[in-house]
């Protein structure tokens, strides 16, 4: 029967009416799996002898498990934020004489085959061949890897219990800060405490049992969860849920766009995948702390700067990449009312324009690495503020591939054309060249204030700029449409 689901599924991306995109966009995704594979085979075979030189005199095999408590709640996280439920078409087949328990197995077993339990085991099967050939107890060893592989798995079925719960994400954010914080100002033996959980395994292996015990109630528990919602009168029927309205009459005061831009708000809050989307650009703050503290960057400018602009351009590339295909469910009911294309999207400009502002107004800790790091935000801010809107919502104007906003995850690549990604190319490459040709020739400070006049000269010209991409959007009026009904 799984074979047979599984010749299914194949047939359908390849029968798929889009099956040409997608390819493109698989095999794009399938590159950057590689690369990231390779990285982690990397640190599984390095990562001993590199901990080995930057801890001299400490066990390399100890400081992993005094640390491995950070790295199974980032691994949690990073599930929450990236992994896509595995899903398969079953409505048809709720009619069809085949057991609903079959159907659960399969989607469950399906999961343990993912991208991310992969990856813990090209990380840990090299790790444990290193500790072996380094002399350390070879059945503790296997106990230990086995546990490990078991505890991917293990938080494998966790993601997918907790994934549509919004609270989880912030208590594991705060967990992993707070242990973080416990551990820099020495608010009690975290690392040390954890560390010894994780070493027992090694010293019995026994304990490994213990990975398989959670990994079989952790299934149970999503069998159990499944089996509840895939009844064929659940498949068919309407939800009807109450509607929880807030009160945005301050947007009033913009005139006339306000309309346009509380339905964006209201939009991108009640929708699983815009409420990611705009949840992560605050993940974009981060960006700046791993450019500016790592010692590879420390005299790299350019790569500094690259941390300095998504620092504020989180939520204009997140976002403004992917207009108009958020409104891509009523596109058509839209293009038929007597609407203003250009209040249509300067509502997605506004909404741009503050997001920017409000990421900048947060970057203000960045003073702590001093003035020459905080500039480089500076500019990246102007920037962004002024040209970055400006060239998504021109990119936008190609963009025809639908999106539903029900489904969410950062690897979902519904949507994803090749305006998405050439729109990157302006944003990330243009000021990188400013910034190295006149500060080759001009100095530091020149360099800066010419990558903030680009985005000062963009917001000045912003309406002939706008008008321009108003008769884009026009112009591809009918294509977006047909476009936009397309089913992936």
Known sequence: MISHFLNLEWKQFFRSASFGKNVGIKIL????????????????????????????????????????????????????L???????????????????????????????????????????????IVLIMEGYNVAGVVGWTFFMIMLAICLNFTNFLINKNNIALGVLVALLGGLWLAFKYELGNVTGFFGDLFYAVYQNPLLSIIGVIFAGILYYLNFKQLSNVIYLD???????????????SFVDRLGSVAPFIKNDMRLIWRNKRTKTVFLMS??????????FTMESYKDMEVMQLYGAIFVTAGFSMNYGQFVPAWDSEHYRMLM????????????????????TVILFVL?????????????LIVAGFFFNLGFTPLIMLYMGAFNKKRIELSSGGLANTQGTSAAQFLVMIPVLVLPIIVYAIVNHFLGFNAAIIAIALIGVVSLLLKNPIMSFIEKKYQEKKYATIHGFKQQD
């Open 29 to 80: 995704m399938a590159f950057f799996a590689i690369i990231i594979l390779v990285n982690f085979l990397f640190l599984g075979a390095k990562g001993y002898s590199i901990l080995e030189e930057l801890f001299p005199g400490k066990d390399p095999f100890v400081l992993v498990n005094q640390f491995m408590i950070f790295m199974v709640i980032s691994d949690l996280i990073f599930r929450y």
């Open 82 to 128: 990236m992994q896509k439920i595995p899903v398969m078409d079953i409505k048809p087949m709720l009619a069809l004489p085949i057991k609903k328990n079959k159907l659960v197995n399969y989607v469950l077993t399906k999961s343990v085959f993912s991208f991310f339990n992969f990856g813990s085991l090209v990380l840990y099967i090299p790790f444990a």
């Open 234 to 248: 659940g498949a068919v029927k309407t939800e009807n849920q109450e509607v929880n309205t807030s009160d945005l």
């Open 282 to 291: 605050f993940f974009f703050l981060l960006f700046g702390l791993m450019f």
């Open 336 to 355: 038929t009312q007597n609407l203003s294309y250009r209040k249509f999207l300067e509502s997605k400009w506004y909404l741009m324009i503050v997001m």
């Open 363 to 375: 970057c203000t800790p960045y003073l702590y690495f001093g003035i020459h790091k905080y500039l």
